[in-house]
């Protein structure tokens, strides 16, 4: 008995690579590598090869560090992405950031709030309780949120 194979999954359009991707490198293995991550979902990776690849050809990197190089390019478009969402749905006001804040004018102690800006309480678990409606309060609290 023969078996036939499973007729290929009918391609489904691809949009162009970016031209500076395309002036850069070329082949068929550039070209599948941009539709793997367009599959894959790796939208940072495929902004970054256009600038990395040629990079790497002409400076003969090693295969790994090209991956290394991709894949760190991805976690960070990654992280800066999960920010600006954590920070949109916090819905903090915006502009209000420890740029704009004057110490000196706090009721809160100096000591007490670069203890806070610090953020080492978050990775003690511990809470904060701002208890208050002030333009100031909000101030101090919006400008934790942006802390980095």
Do not use: Y
Request: net charge positive; aromatic share 4%.
């Amino acid at each position: 008995m023969t078996t036939t194979p499973p007729a290929p999954a009918p391609a489904r359009p691809r949009l162009a690579a970016p031209a500076s991707a395309v002036a850069a490198t070329s082949g068929a293995a550039f070209d599948e590598a941009i539709a793997l991550t367009r599959r894959l979902k790796l939208p940072h990776i495929r902004r970054a090869m256009a600038e990395i690849i040629p990079t790497a050809k002409a400076q003969r990197w090693d295969p790994s560090e090209i991956v290394r190089a991709l894949l760190a390019e991805e976690a960070a478009g990654r992280d800066a992405a999960n920010l600006r969402t954590r920070r949109a749905r916090a819905a903090f006001p915006t502009g209000k950031t420890f740029h704009i804040w004057n110490e000196e004018a706090s009721s809160i102690p100096v000591p007490t709030q670069s203890a806070l800006r610090t953020l080492e309480w978050v990775g003690r678990r511990e809470n904060l309780c701002c208890d208050g409606s002030s333009c100031r309060l909000c101030v101090v609290v919006s400008g934790l949120g942006c802390c980095e």
